[in-house]
């Protein structure tokens, strides 16, 4: 096996795949919460992706991976075997919920996936969570049976009622804020919904950690691209977090810092696709 | 026979702004005879004594001279592991040629670093390279891939020690790579500095994050020696209203998209931000980069400084350049905010300054003027204001006393609080030079050597 080969590749759902690589020396020291920078290939930019598993006796780092630009399409191109240009890790710090008891876990998307490792190990700590995932529709959402083992009490949700409920996770986090009593929740998912997620836990005084997942280039603190305000302090999310909380984080600015690409993402999508916008 | 200095040939601003080639084009052979014999050759070598690597400069100048460039290089790389990269990036005004006997009276000083830049091309073509010792059972671990680690790793590697070197990014070279544009420094040209490391038996392994991927206890526990080579990696910010606008970035993102990631290439992956009318704040060598490579995607470039252009940090050659290149001074000049509508940089505002009493280090303090508030009108901002130490290393290994600052606290050679540990370049000092990095690099190196001799792992 070859450093950073593709061991794995399982499609789970519409655009949604999950990797597994051969990277032994990032799978050595690798926490939950942390996160990987890759490159496809020599000509590849450098992307970070937050790991959802990995295994250290088989060498082993997972990633999902939605394909939303250029390079998530480029890497949906390999194939096991495949071998990719960099991967280097474990980058920023592992999450960290030893401190809390009645823990509610909350993922929007692929965002699921990061929490998935916090259900799994709560489970196995004897303290399992409440979890609520939420997807668009049934077939983005993921991990349905694995949650369901772990959780305490595990909520899916969909915008279309396709699958489990219908609506926003935020629906069913209000509900069990009412009624159950937890020390701290964590939402993974895109910036609306965590922000959504917090806007509401605050309104409970429910402390709230959340994972960022901005542009970066290096992912050491070198270039400081990846930066946002947490409680009026610029902070650097690849070694300040990537987790912070929830409550503190100025999500309109990061939500306007993360478009700053846009028009040179969509450039280099057209010619991917052979010149078609 | 000509006393004034020669000047070297360089692309002519008008083409050189177009491309991302080499702007000095180096002496030709005709030139460089000419310069070697305004050296006087003097027995004391006051140039000698502002090398931070102590090249025998008179002795390599004299070679030239007798047109004996082999032997000219011989003398070059006994000193001076990186020649091609100090020959261009050196700020040699402020060192050798600063000591210079001709300076000012006799027709300026001797272009040493252009010469230098010269022979070292030579024994690049030429396949030039120093004897080392045979490999011991010594070996040492340097972290990081830049200027200081480099040289240590090359002289460590001329003693015979094994050397591994271990890199954060894809790429080795550190700030030669993800920071000194190609029209400054060739990428080939630190490709080659660093393939004679290679050649030497040295290993460079990437994707290694030292305190992330691996701890520099375990290296501690593998290795004789540690080098820490990690240089000055946080970028500081202005800390004013609207730097986390769309269009603002560090001078380290935007010359490392640009640089290591090759965004100024056509079919380049990596996006960059191409402004119309750039803002570059601060006035180093950095800023000068930035404000040129900017200048090179297309821009018209203002550059904002607080003081005066007596105290711009950069080299005189880089000063000069930028102005050639039509980059505009805004001097005596300090943001007060940066001006955005939908998230995206439309302008800064900024406030005149004038220059009170000396602080502490020893410029004159810049003063606001009061009233004197203007805007300029812009699309993007790149904030080259320096940078501080990164914490990666320090968070990981608390046993490693740092200063207040945040650098790694060390000796004159290196020694931190940690035995077998060793630090060097803008690790330890803050953001410098690539020279001085180079120094600090040997330094260590020898410092080590003379250990691993005392515990008998090399003769």
């Given at each position: 096996?070859?450093?950073?080969?593709?061991?794995?590749?399982?499609?789970?759902?519409?655009?949604?795949?999950?990797?597994?690589?051969?990277?032994p020396?990032?799978?050595?020291?690798?926490?939950?919460g942390?996160?990987?920078?890759?490159?496809?290939?020599?000509?590849?930019?450098?992307?970070?992706?937050?790991?959802?598993?990995?295994?250290?006796?088989?060498?082993?780092v997972?990633?999902?991976?939605?394909?939303?630009?250029?390079?998530?399409?480029?890497?949906?191109?390999?194939?096991v075997?495949?071998r990719?240009?960099?991967?280097?890790g474990p980058?920023g710090?592992?999450?960290?919920?030893?401190s809390?008891?009645?823990?509610?876990?909350?993922?929007?998307?692929?965002?699921?996936?990061?929490?998935?490792?916090?259900?799994?190990?709560?489970f196995?700590e004897g303290?399992p969570a409440?979890?609520?995932?939420?997807?668009?529709?049934?077939?983005?959402?993921?991990?349905?049976?694995d949650?369901?083992?772990?959780?305490?009490?595990?909520?899916?949700?969909?915008d279309?009622?396709?699958?489990?409920?219908?609506?926003?996770?935020?629906?069913?986090?209000?509900?069990?804020?009412?009624?159950?009593?937890?020390?701290?929740a964590?939402?993974?998912?895109p910036?609306?919904?965590?922000?959504?997620v917090?806007?509401?836990?605050?309104?409970?005084?429910?402390?709230?950690?959340?994972?960022?997942?901005?542009?970066?280039?290096d992912?050491?603190?070198?270039?400081?691209?990846?930066?946002?305000?947490?409680?009026g302090?610029?902070?650097?999310?690849?070694?300040?977090?990537?987790?912070?909380?929830g409550?503190?984080?100025?999500?309109?600015e990061?939500?306007?810092?993360?478009?700053?690409y846009?028009?040179?993402?969509?450039?280099?999508?057209?010619?991917?696709?052979?010149g078609?916008r | 026979?000509n006393?004034?200095?020669?000047?070297?040939?360089a692309?002519?601003?008008?083409?050189?702004?177009k491309?991302?080639?080499?702007?000095?084009?180096?002496?030709?052979?005709e030139?460089a005879?000419?310069?070697?014999?305004?050296?006087?050759?003097?027995?004391?070598?006051?140039c000698?004594?502002?090398?931070?690597?102590?090249?025998?400069?008179?002795e390599?100048?004299s070679?030239?001279r007798?047109?004996d460039?082999?032997g000219?290089?011989?003398v070059l790389?006994?000193?001076?592991?990186?020649?091609?990269?100090?020959?261009?990036?050196?700020p040699?005004?402020?060192?050798?040629?600063?000591?210079?006997?001709?300076?000012?009276?006799?027709g300026?000083?001797?272009?040493?670093?252009?010469?230098?830049?010269?022979?070292?091309?030579?024994?690049?073509?030429?396949?030039?390279t120093?004897?080392?010792?045979?490999?011991?059972?010594?070996?040492?671990?340097?972290?990081?891939?830049?200027?200081?680690?480099?040289?240590?790793?090359?002289?460590?590697a001329?003693?015979?020690?094994?050397?591994?070197?271990?890199?954060?990014?894809?790429?080795?070279?550190?700030?030669?790579?993800?920071g000194?544009?190609e029209?400054r420094?060739?990428k080939?040209?630190?490709?080659?500095?660093?393939?004679k490391?290679?050649?030497?038996?040295?290993?460079?392994?990437?994707n290694?994050v030292?305190?992330?991927?691996v701890?520099?206890?375990?290296l501690?526990?593998?290795?004789?020696?540690?080098?820490?080579?990690?240089?000055a990696?946080?970028?500081?910010?202005?800390?004013?209203?609207g730097?986390?606008?769309?269009?603002?970035?560090?001078a380290?993102?935007?010359?490392?998209r640009?640089?290591?990631?090759?965004?100024?290439?056509?079919?380049?992956?990596?996006?960059v931000?191409?402004?119309?009318?750039?803002?570059?704040?601060?006035?180093?060598?950095?800023a000068?980069?930035?404000?040129?490579?900017?200048r090179?995607?297309?821009?018209?470039?203002?550059?904002?400084?607080?003081?005066s252009?007596?105290e711009?940090?950069?080299?005189?050659?880089?000063i000069?350049?930028?102005?050639?290149?039509?980059?505009?001074?805004?001097?005596?000049?300090?943001p007060?905010?940066?001006?955005?509508?939908n998230?995206?940089v439309?302008?800064?505002?900024?406030?005149?300054?004038?220059?009170?009493a000396p602080?502490?280090?020893?410029?004159?303090r810049?003063?606001?003027?009061e009233?004197?508030?203007?805007?300029?009108?812009?699309?993007e901002?790149?904030?080259?204001?320096?940078?501080?130490?990164n914490?990666?290393?320090?968070r990981s290994?608390?046993?490693?006393?740092?200063?207040?600052?945040g650098?790694?606290?060390?000796?004159?050679?290196?020694?931190?609080?940690?035995?077998r540990?060793?630090?060097?370049?803008?690790?330890?000092?803050?953001?410098a030079?690539?020279?001085?990095?180079m120094?600090?690099?040997?330094r260590?190196?020898?410092?080590?050597?003379?250990?691993?001799?005392?515990?008998?792992?090399?003769?």
């Amino acid at each position: 096996m070859e450093r950073f080969q593709l061991v794995s590749k399982r499609r789970l759902a519409e655009r949604v795949n999950e990797y597994v690589v051969y990277a032994p020396e990032v799978a050595r020291h690798c926490l939950a919460g942390q996160f990987v920078i890759l490159r496809v290939d020599e000509e590849g930019e450098r992307v970070p992706f937050t790991v959802c598993d990995y295994s250290r006796e088989e060498g082993t780092v997972c990633i999902l991976v939605q394909e939303v630009g250029y390079t998530t399409a480029l890497l949906a191109r390999l194939e096991v075997g495949d071998r990719l240009a960099d991967f280097v890790g474990p980058l920023g710090n592992p999450t960290d919920l030893s401190s809390y008891r009645r823990i509610l876990l909350v993922g929007g998307g692929i965002g699921s996936a990061v929490i998935y490792p916090q259900a799994k190990q709560l489970f196995g700590e004897g303290r399992p969570a409440d979890v609520i995932i939420g997807a668009r529709t049934r077939d983005l959402l993921i991990y349905q049976d694995d949650f369901a083992r772990y959780a305490k009490g595990f909520y899916p949700v969909t915008d279309d009622g396709s699958n489990g409920r219908k609506g926003f996770v935020t629906d069913v986090a209000r509900e069990l804020l009412q009624k159950e009593s937890y020390d701290a929740a964590f939402a993974v998912g895109p910036l609306p919904m965590m922000r959504a997620v917090c806007e509401l836990t605050k309104q409970f005084s429910l402390p709230t950690v959340v994972s960022m997942n901005p542009v970066m280039v290096d992912g050491t603190g070198m270039c400081g691209c990846c930066r946002l305000t947490v409680d009026g302090e610029v902070r650097y999310a690849c070694i300040d977090g990537p987790e912070f909380d929830g409550h503190k984080v100025d999500f309109e600015e990061a939500m306007q810092r993360l478009r700053t690409y846009k028009a040179q993402e969509e450039e280099h999508m057209c010619r991917l696709r052979g010149g078609v916008r | 026979m000509n006393l004034l200095r020669h000047t070297v040939p360089a692309q002519l601003p008008e083409e050189r702004i177009k491309n991302f080639d080499e702007v000095s084009l180096g002496f030709t052979p005709e030139l460089a005879l000419a310069e070697s014999e305004r050296c006087l050759n003097c027995k004391n070598a006051p140039c000698m004594t502002g090398c931070p690597v102590g090249v025998h400069i008179p002795e390599f100048i004299s070679h030239v001279r007798t047109g004996d460039l082999d032997g000219a290089a011989e003398v070059l790389l006994r000193d001076n592991n990186l020649p091609a990269v100090c020959g261009r990036v050196c700020p040699q005004g402020n060192q050798c040629e600063k000591l210079c006997v001709r300076r000012e009276k006799l027709g300026g000083s001797v272009a040493i670093g252009a010469l230098e830049r010269y022979v070292a091309d030579h024994a690049k073509a030429k396949g030039i390279t120093v004897s080392k010792k045979e490999k011991t059972e010594a070996k040492v671990a340097v972290v990081g891939t830049g200027p200081a680690s480099l040289s240590c790793a090359a002289d460590l590697a001329k003693a015979g020690v094994g050397v591994v070197m271990f890199e954060a990014l894809h790429k080795p070279g550190g700030v030669l790579v993800y920071g000194i544009p190609e029209f400054r420094l060739p990428k080939s040209v630190v490709a080659e500095e660093i393939a004679k490391l290679t050649d030497m038996g040295v290993e460079i392994r990437t994707n290694i994050v030292v305190g992330k991927t691996v701890f520099l206890d375990e290296l501690l526990a593998e290795y004789d020696a540690v080098f820490v080579g990690t240089g000055a990696g946080l970028p500081s910010f202005l800390h004013i209203k609207g730097e986390n606008l769309s269009g603002v970035a560090s001078a380290n993102e935007f010359l490392t998209r640009v640089n290591l990631m090759k965004a100024y290439k056509k079919d380049a992956v990596t996006p960059v931000q191409r402004g119309r009318n750039v803002v570059v704040v601060g006035a180093g060598n950095v800023a000068m980069d930035a404000a040129r490579t900017a200048r090179r995607l297309g821009a018209e470039v203002t550059l904002v400084y607080r003081r005066s252009r007596a105290e711009m940090p950069a080299r005189a050659e880089e000063i000069e350049h930028a102005e050639e290149e039509g980059i505009r001074f805004e001097l005596l000049t300090n943001p007060v905010e940066i001006l955005g509508e939908n998230g995206s940089v439309t302008g800064m505002r900024c406030i005149r300054m004038e220059l009170g009493a000396p602080d502490a280090s020893g410029r004159r303090r810049p003063i606001p003027v009061e009233g004197s508030e203007f805007a300029i009108s812009c699309d993007e901002v790149i904030v080259a204001l320096g940078t501080t130490p990164n914490p990666i290393i320090k968070r990981s290994f608390p046993a490693l006393e740092t200063t207040p600052k945040g650098t790694i606290a060390a000796d004159e050679e290196g020694r931190t609080s940690v035995a077998r540990l060793y630090t060097g370049g803008d690790a330890m000092t803050g953001a410098a030079t690539v020279i001085l990095a180079m120094g600090a690099g040997k330094r260590s190196a020898h410092a080590m050597i003379e250990e691993l001799k005392k515990a008998g792992k090399i003769r």
